[in-house]
Nanobody, 121 residues
Framework: HVRLEESGGGLVQAGGSLKLSCAAS????????MVWYRQAPGNEVELVAS???????DYADSVKGRFTISRDNAKKTVTLQMNSLKPDDTAVYYC???????????????WGLGTQVTVSS
């Protein structure tokens, strides 16, 4: 059974920083892409940042230059460093990963339960 667990959310003032982490656990071979999504109240789920197995990254325009995604393949973790936070960044942030389950390359996509980020003005 594979599990993704986020941590690091909280309340911060505008202009501040937070670092989110997501750890994968369970029985699997490796991890392909790892992605952070967010959902604000009343809004659709939005892709925030993604990182490939080879650490190629991509960002939503709204967070470019402020957020940095990184991963540690040995520790099976992905982090999202969020700087210069704005009230518009307030949302539940979800970790998503494409997991390679076995040596036959069967894969599945998993989601964490989410962590709340609140940015006060």
């Amino acid at each position: 059974h594979v599990r993704l667990e986020e941590s690091g959310g909280g309340l911060v003032q505008a202009g501040g920083s937070l670092k989110l982490s997501c750890a994968a656990s369970g029985d699997f071979v490796s991890i392909n892409s790892m992605v952070w999504y967010r959902q604000a109240p009343g809004n659709e789920v939005e892709l925030v940042a993604s990182i490939s197995r080879d650490s190629n990254t991509d960002y939503a325009d709204s967070v470019k230059g402020r957020f940095t995604i990184s991963r540690d393949n040995a520790k099976k973790t992905v982090t999202l460093q969020m700087n210069s936070l704005k009230p518009d960044d307030t949302a539940v942030y979800y970790c998503n990963a494409q997991i390679i389950l076995d040596n036959a390359s069967r894969s599945a996509t998993y989601w964490g339960l989410g962590t709340q980020v609140t940015v006060s003005s």
